[in-house]
């Protein structure tokens, strides 16, 4: 989870400013991909890689030190690992333990 959440923060911060949303049933949309209100784990899973792809310029599914931005946590990072980790914040982060999570559950920060 430490690994995690440096790269998650960084592939959060590559979105444009105005282009994040301010709501979070407008931020639910965005996982959302079947609409039904919820978001399913590989919903969540699929929305959050699609910056870790976006950086992985060479196609390798493996974020190398010169495809990251300068700083200290330059550490080569696969995109299987990253969406174990991904995983498991989704279990935490779904409270009720349903196997979704509700615009509640994803506004509050992982368990």
């Given at each position: 989870m430490?690994?995690?959440?440096?790269?998650?923060?960084?592939?959060?911060?590559?979105?444009?400013?105005?282009?994040?949303?301010?709501?979070?049933?407008?931020?639910?949309?965005?996982?959302?991909?079947?609409g039904?209100?919820?978001?399913?784990?590989?919903?969540?899973?699929?929305?959050?890689?699609?910056?870790?792809?976006?950086?992985?310029?060479?196609?390798?599914?493996?974020?190398?030190?010169?495809?990251?931005?300068?700083?200290?946590?330059?550490?080569?990072?696969?995109?299987?690992?990253?969406?174990?980790?991904?995983?498991?914040?989704?279990?935490?982060?779904?409270?009720?333990?349903?196997?979704?999570?509700?615009?509640r559950?994803?506004?509050?920060?992982?368990?």
């Open positions: 430490r690994r995690l959440l440096p790269l998650l923060s960084l592939l959060c911060a590559t979105a444009q400013a105005t282009d994040y949303p301010t709501a979070v049933a407008a931020y639910l949309a965005r996982f959302d991909r079947d039904d209100g919820r978001i399913a784990t590989q919903e969540y899973v699929d929305y959050l890689s699609a910056g870790f792809r976006e950086m992985d310029a060479d196609g390798d599914g493996v974020l190398e030190a010169d495809e990251l931005p300068p700083g200290p946590r330059r550490v080569p990072r696969s995109l299987a690992a990253f969406q174990a980790d991904l995983r498991a914040q989704f279990r935490r982060s779904d409270r009720n333990h349903d196997g979704f999570l509700s615009a559950e994803l506004a509050q920060p992982p368990g």
